[in-house]
Nanobody, 128 residues
Framework: VQLVESGGGLVQAGDSLRLSCAAS????????VGWFRQAPGKDREFVAA????????FYADSVKGRFAISRDNAKDTVYLQMNSLKPEDTAVYYC??????????????????????WGQGTQVTVSS
């Protein structure tokens, strides 16, 4: 399966962006889809994830209340709505997918090593 991200760009602090992740080659049915990000010189970190079947969502504390992950079954696409952006949100954002875990546990969704498929990434830059 191929994941294609889009929607990144250069914005000012306080602005909003919406990232999209579309699946190619198979559907997201039965999958967990997550967003991760990596800033220059830093480790990759978890941002948000969603279970495709029931829509459970998970967020990193750093984005809770500002970001929202959602899915569109008809379009087989996952979105990351990012509001009140801060300069520290600047990073390459990656979409990832894995088989949906049996249990709705945060760590099953937040660990990048558990994901099998990754997109190419999209750059988000927030200026102050």
């Amino acid at each position: 399966v191929q994941l294609v991200e889009s929607g990144g760009g250069l914005v000012q602090a306080g602005d909003s962006l919406r990232l999209s992740c579309a699946a190619s080659g198979r559907t997201f049915s039965g999958a967990a889809v997550g967003w991760f990000r990596q800033a220059p010189g830093k480790d990759r970190e978890f941002v948000a994830a969603v279970s495709w079947s029931v829509g459970n969502t998970f967020y990193a504390d750093s984005v809770k209340g500002r970001f929202a992950i959602s899915r569109d079954n008809a379009k087989d696409t996952v979105y990351l709505q990012m509001n009140s952006l801060k300069p520290e949100d600047t990073a390459v954002y990656y979409c990832a997918a894995r088989s949906e875990p049996s249990y709705s546990v945060y760590s099953y969704y937040s660990r990048g090593t558990l994901y099998d498929y990754w997109g190419q990434g999209t750059q988000v830059t927030v200026s102050s």
